[in-house]
């Protein structure tokens, strides 16, 4: 039997577009004392072959951005789910990233499967001609949770913006909680289909991919546990991975799917936002989706972030 997780539980842990953007618990500025405090992490920074590496919680003095980190935490945790940092412009990538991990750190450890930072740019690649993330492109993601491997499944997702797009790069993000309350009042049948377990394509560095692998990673896109509900999917990976080993999805599956992306992308469950440069986003990966628009890049000015994922 299915263990769908129950009414009380989704209503508590839901938000529509509407309700979260009149929430200001879950936007958050530098604190005041940050020059001094970003003087710091650079001093500490130039003593270092290699600071990104060496960084660790304690390395430097940081106890405004400390406390900032453990109130995004709770608002991740025990709020909303996201969060979003609005940051001070004119700094360069190599501080924002130190700043960016410093916070990170202060949160958790760090899942180091793409390194401990993970810049998000145009490669020119497509992820439909080869196995790689779709953040090596400019394509739009897709609503989508981080990770697509059965055994890696980070609880935070952090972005930092070092440079906007000209055009497009979008940031969107979505309750589970609330797609599941709308598809259960829709279309439960179809609901309980998103609870079985579906096969995922492996693009993870470092990863086997023969076919015994890929039949072995699979795991539900919706579940209930311990309280909470939570999720995994990217519609993408879950198609790729059928096809790899001649397990197409059946008709029923694919329309419980269509359900689901047309919840994800339905105008009121999504808060759409653009960052800019020193902004960063620190979202619980297990009941909050995002998605990014497709941009543009141009030779004056390319989009680049950079990821974390903790543990």
């Not at 990170?104 to 930072?117: C, E, N, P």
Request: glycine share 6%; hydrophobic share 35%.
């Amino acid at each position: 039997m299915i263990d769908i997780a129950p009414d009380e539980t989704i209503r508590a842990q839901a938000w529509t577009a509407a309700e979260l953007e009149a929430k200001p618990n879950w936007k958050f500025n530098w604190p005041n004392d940050w020059p001094n405090e970003i003087k710091a992490l650079q001093e500490w920074s130039k003593e270092q072959d290699n600071p990104i590496r060496a960084l660790q919680a304690d390395s430097a003095a940081t106890p405004q951005f400390d406390q900032l980190a453990q109130k995004i935490k709770s608002e991740i945790h025990e709020g909303n789910g996201v969060t979003w940092i609005r940051g001070v412009k004119g700094f360069d990538q190599t501080t924002l990233n130190l700043l960016f991990l410093k916070i990170s750190l202060a949160m958790g450890q760090t899942i180091d499967t793409y390194g401990r930072l993970y810049g998000i740019l145009d490669t020119g690649k497509s992820y439909k001609d080869e196995a790689i993330p779709v953040s090596q492109t400019n394509a739009a993601t897709g609503v989508h949770t981080d990770s697509s491997q059965r055994a890696i499944q980070p609880n935070i997702l952090g972005l930092c913006c070092i440079t906007p797009a000209i055009q497009g790069g979008k940031s969107k993000v979505v309750s589970a909680a609330q797609v599941h309350q709308n598809l259960k009042k829709q279309a439960p049948k179809k609901l309980e289909l998103l609870y079985k377990n579906y096969i995922r394509d492996l693009v993870t560095p470092g990863s086997d991919k023969d076919i015994q692998n890929i039949l072995n990673n699979h795991f539900p896109i919706f579940s209930y546990a311990n309280g909470k509900i939570s999720i995994r999917y990217m519609r993408y990976w879950i198609e790729k991975g059928h096809q790899r080993v001649n397990n197409p999805l059946t008709a029923e599956v694919l329309q419980a799917l269509d359900l689901l992306d047309g919840e994800l992308n339905n105008k009121e469950n999504v808060v759409s936002f653009y960052m800019n440069s020193g902004d960063m986003i620190f979202i619980d990966n297990t009941r909050v989706l995002h998605d990014r628009d497709e941009f543009i890049d141009t030779p004056e000015q390319k989009r680049i972030y950079t990821r974390v994922w903790i543990d």
